[in-house]
């Protein structure tokens, strides 16, 4: 019987972002057909970042590789060959363990490289030293190839997560792992859409990371119809067509849709006209995949209804008053007629109770978006007034999938969540409970509010502005 093959995940984890790259993992094994639970949180500590598969009908080398050209939580993807706790445990398995794997590529032309955990840097000569120390044990007769190698073999050194700043060195090694290079993960992607990268940016433009978990947690994939009913510039759609999805945006600024006023960006006075969402995609030669943008107020949206839903997903990052101001169109004015406006006009605007605004987007969801789809959205909460998940926005037709917290500040905090509708019907019933609801429109107040002077850093958390009391 042939030995089955081990593949090693390595990731690449912020402390801050833990939860978000064991979210992102599971949702695309889910969408490469791998059981969820091979992905669990206990498996993957901060200290092991890593996931050991062994080869079997739901784990394959070609599903692992399509993972890794979707994902910006791996770094990269490795046949297991041997491993152990030093180095001599390591090069006594080589001699005595089968051989039938790695047996196939003695004759090819190879290079070493190691990658470090938890150790920042490591000399050159003891770099070669620890090369060589294979020479007895791996019987690599091929070319050394520094540049194209056929088979890349990684040394994976693990020295724990340390206690202290001091530098590591080798005497706090735990562990080793020694495997074949097969592929990376997409962590150039953070980069490629930069903000600093973009062609249209605003106040609220996304950081290209965050963008880029939203959309692998909506699982869009090639020819999925994805929307953003707050888009501002498109942060979100910008990746998601990155993934060969169709994109529609819609926002109810004007100025932001249509390249109008004041830039964002410094240094510029006025926004350039291909400032647009077409425009941002047209810089990354992704034109092709915007359907449209719309000048829209999602809480009177014009959608028409069809059984089946128009969206694949539904990604967006609703306006909370911290950088832009929750508005919705209306008036307080009082009129005795209707009023003839001559050319353009600008309809006035009123404040949109954030309640309000996670009710119309779960209810707008409900409506629009296909049966196992996802609705993926920022969720603002404060830390001095209790959350969890009994106090999320709930609708009948949708089930939690996943929610993930990204720290603001001391007092404040938002939420990613990520919904999978679960089934089709008409109710109505919305239950935006929690924090939101409790401030009423006042996370601005949370958020910005000082501590009064003197308060301890102890005392910090405990204390609750007066908006809170309310």
Known sequence: ???????????????DHFHFVMAELRALAEMMKIPTHHFSDADCALNNVRFNLKEDNDITEAKLREMCSRSISIYGLYELWEEGASYEEVHNNFRENDDSLRAPFYEKEFAFEIELIHRKKMTMPERIRKFDSFANCLPMRGKINL????????????????????PRGEDDLIYVTVGRFLCNGQRNLIVKYAVSNRIAVGNTSMDAELCLFMTNLAQVRAGSLVFDPFCGTGSMLLTSAHFQSMVIGSDISWNVMMAKGKSARMGQENRKPNETLRGALEGYDLGDKCVDSLVIDNNINPWRTIDDGWFDAIITDPPYGVREKCEKIGTSKKFDDWIDFDGTHFPDKVAYNLNDVFADLMKFSNKHLRLGGKLVFWYPVST????????????????LFADCEQVLNMRTSRILLVYSKIKSQH???VDASGDVLSLQNGFRDIYFQPCPPGTKPEERKQWRPKQAEK
Request: hydrophobic share 35%; proline share 7%; glycine share 4%.
């Open 1 to 15: 019987m042939a030995a089955k093959k081990t593949w090693v995940l390595l990731l690449s984890i912020k402390q």
């Open 147 to 166: 540049k194209n190698p056929q088979c890349k073999i990684t040394i994976i050194e693990n020295y724990g997560v340390p206690k202290d700043n001091s």
């Open 384 to 399: 001095v007034l209790e959350h969890g998940k009994l106090l999320y926005p709930r609708h009948p037709s949708f089930e």
């Open 427 to 429: 109710s109505e019933d």
